[in-house]
C-alpha cells in the first residue's frame, strides 16, 4: 500500500490530549491519529450507505406507519410482545 503525508492544523488542547493518549498506550501520535481517522471515515462511509439504502426502500414504497411502530413499541412491555412490523 503506498502511503501520503498530510498536515493537519490542531488546537493545542487536542493536541497534548493525543500526545498524554500516545504516551499511555505506547503508540505514535501519528499512528493514534490514523487509527481515528480510518474508524471516523469507516463509520461515516457506513452512515452515508445506510441512508442511500433507506432512500432506496423509501423510494420503492417499501415503509412502515408511525402507529405501526409505535403500537409495536407500546407492545414491549408486555408478555405478548409482537415481531416487528414489515412492510
Do not use: C, N, Y
Not at 64 to 80: L, R, T
Request: charged content about 30%; glycine content about 2%; aromatic content about 4%.
Amino acid at each position: 500500500m503506498s502511503t501520503t503525508s498530510l498536515t493537519v492544523t490542531l488546537d493545542s488542547d487536542l493536541k497534548e490530549r493525543l500526545d498524554r493518549l500516545a504516551a499511555r498506550e505506547a503508540q505514535s501520535s501519528e499512528e493514534i491519529a490514523r487509527t481515528a481517522l480510518e474508524a471516523t471515515i469507516a463509520d461515516r462511509e457506513s452512515m452515508h450507505d445506510l441512508i442511500e439504502r433507506a432512500r432506496g426502500e423509501i423510494a420503492a414504497g417499501r415503509t412502515i406507519p408511525a402507529e405501526a411502530v409505535d403500537q409495536w413499541m407500546a407492545e414491549w412491555a408486555e408478555e405478548s410482545e409482537t415481531p416487528f412490523p414489515t412492510p
